[in-house]
Every structure is written in structure tokens, then in C-alpha cells.
């Protein structure tokens, strides 16, 4: 079989890297010329795909990477992996759009087309659709159309997508089928549901559930801290129900890429398609909104405490990524904590492994060392986003006082450690 691939951000590649070294021929397409070179070069990036079976099916020709989308001519799948961003509190599915009209210029009679971009239901059936039709091939009739969302998990060494269940919707039966029938070939269990609504809906509930549970964290944080109770050491006690409930831990807020976003999908389509608002959304996304302005206020707490005023305080923040060992400043509420602190006079600095400079939100730093002495400078030291790499002892040691937004110090007695 032929696979064409449009998009090779890390969906994409991962799933046009797993195809080829499943045997497919691919035709991997990107508008991204920088990127489709450094692929076409052999460089594999794809956590999870052996390199030397990478290299082998670029050298075959097996993997073939274009900037062209005529390449997509001799496909017998098409699957369209491109952002699905949030632009002013609404989607934003220009790419989902612009791969549309670039596929239905080179679609083939019988062929399949699936899209994988995280979207609200109905936008496979009510915005792609028309748009792959628009030069007389009919969906159903001439052409297969089906919805599967992406469960890549950036990261994670345990689930790739060979051991991810995937689940898949088609417009009628034949295209839940025959997609069923692809992912088979690269996934150990697939999921083959009723319409692409029910999939693209499936997508939307998984992260907006996880969304929603931080929100709970995060408000029972504020709540615990107001009367001295340890909010870790309830979660923790409460994680030891072994049936029907799952840990969640509060924040600085919410970032990263799916999980803000996700549930803005689900909340816009909610309102425009029943006038209703989709409330535990919009109230979950209010109070993880709110967390970088409560992180501030308790670290400007903690300063004081110990007799200082945040005007003029010397801050060190550690770890400003969206969530640890990720290299994605995306959404980070890291961030969104240093320009309050910032913006009231403190005189921040900051180490992450993973940056060295951050231009956004107003603030232009540097990133700093990480030593004894740069510790033992700060007046206090922030520990936002705890990458494994941290030595979180010997920070708490040479620390004059530590915020730990994460409990990193795992209920620390310290009396120098304060946790959110
Ligand atoms: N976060 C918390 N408390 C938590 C969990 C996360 O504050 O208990 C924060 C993180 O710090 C981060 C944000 O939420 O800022 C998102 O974290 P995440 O662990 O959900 O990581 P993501 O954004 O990489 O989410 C991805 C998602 N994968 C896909 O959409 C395919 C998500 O569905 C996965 O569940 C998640 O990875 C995962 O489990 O790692």
C-alpha cells in the first residue's frame, strides 16, 4: 500500500516513520521545506522508530519526503496530521483547510482519506468533506472518509503508536472499515466506531477530562493552603482508593499543546452549535487560568513572611517548560508566574535545561546557571516545573527559601520549603 502523509510535525512523522518501517510505501508531504530537508537527509527524529530502519527506508525510496503534494497521486490512503490551534478563544482550522484543498487536487478514485488533527465534531464531515470534493470525486461514492484521532504522547517511552489503542469513525460503514483495516496493520487495537462525530467527540472528552481534574486539584489547593492542610498528602491519601479515581496534581495552570486547548474545541462548538454554554469547561479553563496569579500571590506570601518585599527580590525560578523533561515552552504557566513577578518589581532569573532565553510575555531573560552559590544569591527560589535532571535536595539545601510549586521535595519538613 501507499500512504500519503500531509503534516510532519511529531503526528505526522511518527506515523509516516512507523508506516514505512511497517513496509508501506509513504509519501510524507510538510509545506515546511527546512523540515522536509532535514527528513529527506535521514535524520531521524522519531522517538520510538529505530533510526537504522529510518535510514534504510529513506535510502529504499520507501519514505519518500516532499514539499509537493502531486506526490499524495499514488496514494491509497491519504491521512491529514496538521495543528488545529486556538486562535482568540476560537479553532482555527486554516491547516486542516489549506491540506483539504492540497489532497482533493491529487486525490485518487477509491482511495481513503483520514484526518488525525484534534477538532470538534463535525468538521471531517462538514469542512473537509467539501472540500476534497471540490473537484467531483463524492466521499462514499468514489472516495473513503474517516476521522481517528492522535494519542502520540510526546515523551513517553512506554506508549508509542503501535501499543496506543486507536480509535476510528468513518462517514459510513465502508470507511470505518477500511480505515479500521489501516491502523490495524500499525496499531495492536483498534477501536471502530459508528461515525467520525463519535471519534472526534472521543478525542475531545479524553483531554477535556484530564483538563477538567486539574482544574479540581488546583481549587482544592487554594482551599487546603487556607486551612493548613497538606494538599499532597490528600491527594495522596485519596490515591489509595484502588477503584474509580485517578491523581491529579495542582500547578502553576495548565500548558502544553493539547490539554488547554482541546476543551476550547469542545466549549466554542458548544455554544455555536446549541447556544448552550459547555459550563465545567469554561469554569475548569477559569480556574487553571487563575493559578499562575495564585502561585504568585503565595510566593509574594512566602518573601514576606521571611521579611521580604517582592519589589527588588532576587528570584531564581527553576524549570520554566510547560511540564518536565519536555523542551516546549508552549502554554507554560511557568511563565506566566515570572512576568507577575516581574511585572511587581522582583528581579527574576531562571534555569531550565531545556532554555536558555525566554521573549515572550513581556520578558526578556537570559537563562542563568544553577549552582550552589546562584541558589544561595535568590532570596527565593522558585522550583516551577521539577525536570528530573534537578538534584531537588540539594536545591532545598542551598536554598535561603523554596517555593515548590510541583512538592518536588516531597513534604519536605524544611522549614525553608514552602509548598503551593
Ligand atoms: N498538569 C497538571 N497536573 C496534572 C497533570 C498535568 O498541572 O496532574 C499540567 C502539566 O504541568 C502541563 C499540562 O497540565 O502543563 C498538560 O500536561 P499533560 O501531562 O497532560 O501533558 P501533555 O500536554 O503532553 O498531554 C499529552 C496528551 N496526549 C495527547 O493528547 C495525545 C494527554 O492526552 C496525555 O494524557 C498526556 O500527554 C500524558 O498523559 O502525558
Not at 145 to 153: F, G, M, T, V
Not at 305 to 326: E, F, R, S
Amino acid at each position: 500500500a501507499v500512504i500519503g502523509v500531509v503534516g510532519q510535525g511529531y503526528v505526522g512523522l511518527s506515523l509516516a516513520a512507523s508506516a514505512a518501517v511497517e513496509g508501506m510505501t509513504v509519501r510524507a508531504v510538510d509545506v515546511d521545506t527546512d523540515r522536509i530537508q532535514q527528513l529527506a537527509a535521514g535524520s531521524n527524529v522519531v522517538p520510538g522508530v529505530d533510526d537504522a530502519l529510518f535510514a534504510n527506508a529513506v535510502e529504499a525510496g520507501r519514505l519518500f519526503f516532499g514539499t509537493d503534494a502531486a506526490a499524495l497521486a499514488d496514494c491509497d490512503v491519504v491521512v491529514i496530521c496538521v495543528p488545529t490551534p486556538v486562535v482568540e478563544h476560537r479553532p482555527d482550522l486554516r491547516f486542516i483547510e489549506d491540506a483539504g484543498r492540497a489532497v482533493a487536487g491529487h486525490l485518487r478514485r477509491d482511495s481513503l482519506v483520514v484526518l488525525e488533527s484534534t477538532t470538534y465534531p463535525g468538521t471531517t464531515e462538514q469542512v473537509l468533506r467539501p472540500l476534497l470534493e471540490a473537484h467531483g470525486l463524492r466521499a462514499g461514492r468514489d472516495f473513503l472518509l474517516a476521522y481517528s484521532p492522535e494519542r502520540i504522547d510526546p515523551g513517553n517511552v512506554k506508549y508509542g503508536l503501535r501499543n496506543t489503542p486507536r480509535v476510528v469513525g468513518g462517514i459510513d460503514e465502508p470507511s470505518s472499515q477500511t480505515a479500521g483495516m489501516f491502523y490495524d496493520q500499525l496499531v495492536d487495537e483498534v477501536e471502530v466506531l459508528s461515525s467520525c462525530r463519535a471519534a472526534e467527540m472521543a478525542k475531545l472528552l479524553e483531554n477535556t477530562f484530564r483538563m477538567v481534574n486539574i482544574a479540581l486539584v488546583n481549587e482544592l489547593a487554594t482551599l487546603c493552603s487556607e486551612q493548613q492542610i497538606d494538599v499532597w498528602e490528600v491527594i495522596r491519601a485519596a490515591a489509595t482508593k484502588p477503584f474509580g479515581f485517578m491523581p491529579f496534581y495542582p500547578g502553576p495552570g495548565v500548558g502544553g499543546h493539547c490539554i488547554p486547548l482541546d476543551p476550547t474545541y469542545l466549549a466554542w462548538q458548544s455554544r455555536r452549535d446549541t447556544g448552550r454554554p459547555f459550563r465545567l469547561v469554561e469554569t475548569a479553563q477559569d480556574i487553571n487560568a487563575h493559578m499562575p496569579t495564585y502561585v504568585t500571590s503565595r510566593v509574594i506570601e512566602a518573601l514576606s513572611d521571611h521579611g521580604k518585599a517582592v519589589k527588588g527580590a532576587n528570584i531564581l525560578a527553576l524549570g520554566v517548560t510547560y511540564k518536565p523533561d519536555v523542551g516546549d515552552l508552549r502554554e507554560s504557566a511557568a511563565i506566566e508566574v515570572l512576568a507577575r513577578l516581574v511585572s511587581k518589581g522582583a528581579k527574576v532569573t531562571f534555569h531550565d535545561p531545556f532554555v536558555t532565553e525566554i521573549r515572550e510575555h513581556g520578558l526578556s531573560l537570559r537563562g542563568s546557571s544553577l549552582s550552589r552559590t546562584s541558589l544561595a544569591a535568590a532570596d527565593i527560589v522558585l522550583l516551577l516545573t521539577p525536570h528530573s535532571t534537578y538534584d531537588v535536595d540539594m536545591v532545598a539545601e542551598h536554598a535561603k527559601l523554596l517555593f515548590d510549586a510541583r512538592n518536588a521535595t516531597n513534604g519536605s519538613r524544611r522549614p525553608t520549603v514552602v509548598t503551593l
